[in-house]
């Protein structure tokens, strides 16, 4: 009954570190995806995995920048990239991930959108926040979506983003979990 009522749509935002290798290590890592439109270095973080754990040896960025590294650990690059680099190692038998960040030293984030079926409704409801606060919010969204509050959401077709303040599970006559409403 629930899903006729859904008929519109909204989209979760979907951060993730831009990441350009995360796998064993190998003499030149195969890197995927594309460079960040921005100016990046890059943060290289050595693991054990497995029977995979000699994290001793050499990283290196171009032939002209080399990290080295003794044990496990992450290290930045102090070069600025504006292309996918060539990456070689050497004596590493681990895991790598090589993920971008800002020339300040901030992660890089991806960002991709999640559609999910919904009714929006564009409303002020007043409500008891988490910390005992009367709180205002500027929309309702039901939805079958397991979303958490400080998830991010927009409306299908705009750019506006919400985080969830508030959610609210709404139960069937069986007492199960029949449908969420977000406050946005």
Not at 62 to 78: D, P
Not at 90 to 115: M, P
Not at 126 to 145: D, E, H, L, P, R
């Amino acid at each position: 009954m629930i899903d006729d009522y859904l008929n519109q749509a909204a989209q979760k935002k979907i951060s993730t570190l831009w990441t350009l290798y995360n796998g064993l290590s190998a003499a030149t890592l195969v890197l995927t995806g594309s460079a960040p439109a921005q100016t990046f270095r890059l943060a290289v973080t050595l693991s054990a995995s497995g029977e995979h754990s000699d994290c001793a040896g050499t990283v290196t960025v171009n032939g002209t920048e080399t990290l080295t590294f003794t044990v496990a650990a992450r290290k930045t690059t102090t070069t600025s990239l504006t292309a996918l680099p060539t990456i070689t190692t050497s004596g590493l038998d681990c895991n790598v991930l090589v993920t971008c960040i800002s020339t300040s030293g901030s992660d890089i984030y991806q960002v991709t959108y999640e559609d999910f079926a919904c009714r929006w409704e564009d409303t002020q409801i007043g409500y008891v926040n988490s910390t005992g606060s009367w709180t205002q919010s500027n929309a309702k969204v039901i939805a079958k979506a397991a979303y958490v509050v400080n998830d991010v959401i927009r409306k299908y077709g705009t750019t506006t983003e919400y985080p969830i303040k508030k959610v609210l599970a709404a139960p069937g006559l069986s007492g199960a979990e029949e449908f969420r409403v977000f406050m946005l």
